[in-house]
């Protein structure tokens, strides 16, 4: 490979290269001739998941960032996945495993907001999927998972009007040669079994559409989808872009021992202090 790999992060990276999380430790102080505990604000380390291969797969992440600070990998998002990481809770900005890494941004497969508007910017990064529907989260046909299933229902004819207003839709000739190739996108979503697996597989669709080498993620599900269509006797689709998790990634690097945490565990940390 000529250059460096050029890859998608998905937002569950973004999420899981925090290891560090607020805390409050009680502590001593003499005040005149007398003794007060005060509460001291710092931070601890993240207790590590339940499941060990999936903690050490978290952990990669510091090489990963380590890599796209060196310019081995150049990392990108799109808009889809900037709305994905807006539905989550706000991070604690220390010891990040992508801090100082510059992230490039690509254009999505289909821009969701040519075809379906909305005033309500809640609805725009809501997902809409069953967990959101049980919660009362804000639903509607210009959430995530209602456009993709939309896309789902595309027929040739369909596509061939949407390409005749181009113009009028504010199309580009890469959303254009997408809608062309849509059935790409339909086949593995058919594939996927259900909706909820839908973002995934535009993410995956959106890396193949710009050239990118692979797709980061920490999930399994994409990973298992498309072992099973490559494995498939009768092949429908080429997949280009591969899907990677963490570990897998150093691989390619030919890196068999991932850098070490530079936190310690049960370790309260002040505010102040430095960690490199």
Known sequence: MHGPMRILLDSGVFSHSEFAAPA???S?????????VAPI????RKPPDKNLEYQRQK??????????????IEAHVYIEILFERMRGKGGFPVLNALKDCHI????????RSKFRRTGNFLETISKGGKQDRRSDVE???ATQVAFLEWLCTLRKDHVNVLIQHAAQIRLTEFEIESLRNIDWFQFLCQRSGTPENYPDVFHLWTAERNGLHAVLTLDERLTNLVSRVKNEKVKRI??????????????????????????NSNKF???????Q
């Open 59 to 72: 952990e990669a992440l510091f090489t990963i960032g380590r890599l796209i600070r060196e310019g081995r």
């Open 24 to 26: 409050v430790q009680e």
């Open 139 to 141: 639903s509607g046909t």
């Open 104 to 111: 490039e941004h690509c254009s999505a497969a289909l821009d």
């Open 238 to 263: 080429e997949i280009q872009t591969e899907v990677l998790r963490p570990l897998d990634l150093l691989q390619k690097f030919g890196i068999g021992k991932p850098d070490s945490v530079p936190m």
């Open 41 to 44: 604000h710092g931070f601890v």
């Open 269 to 275: 940390y002040y505010l102040n202090e430095v960690i």
């Open 28 to 36: 001593s102080v003499c005040w005149g001739d007398r003794n007060i």
